[in-house]
């Protein structure tokens, strides 16, 4: 579980990245729309799965509710996920 929870923030930090820091800008500066939507489809299932994987990571660690939300807010911060993987997963025994 921990594996995937890791993989998962990680892919998920990547798609925000690739999402607001490259198809963005060509959507609105290039008119160039494809990127922007597949990558969209592609962080928003990212992002699903994690929080989905959080709560149930939490529920399996018997983490509190504060913990849960502050991955939750990771989430929504660009290189949040990578900070939750560097300060708290990679501790974790697996």
């Known amino acids: 579980m921990l594996r995937l ?3 998962t923030a990680i892919l998920e930090g990547i798609s925000y ?3 607001f820091g490259f ?3 060509l959507k609105y ?3 160039i729309l494809e990127p922007n939507m597949i990558v969209g489809y592609i962080h928003g299932a990212l992002f699903i799965a994690y929080v989905a994987i ?3 990571f ?3 660690q018997q983490w ?3 913990r849960f939300i502050m991955l ?3 989430s929504l911060l660009p290189f949040g996920t990578f900070y939750v993987d560097m300060k708290y997963l990679r501790a974790l025994p697996e």
């Open 64 to 66: 509190g509710i504060k």
């Open 5 to 7: 929870f890791r993989s």
């Open 17 to 19: 990245l690739l999402l």
């Open 23 to 25: 198809t963005m800008p």
């Open 72 to 74: 939750f807010i990771a």
């Open 54 to 56: 959080a709560v149930i």
């Open 29 to 31: 500066w290039a008119d």
């Open 58 to 60: 939490c529920w399996k």
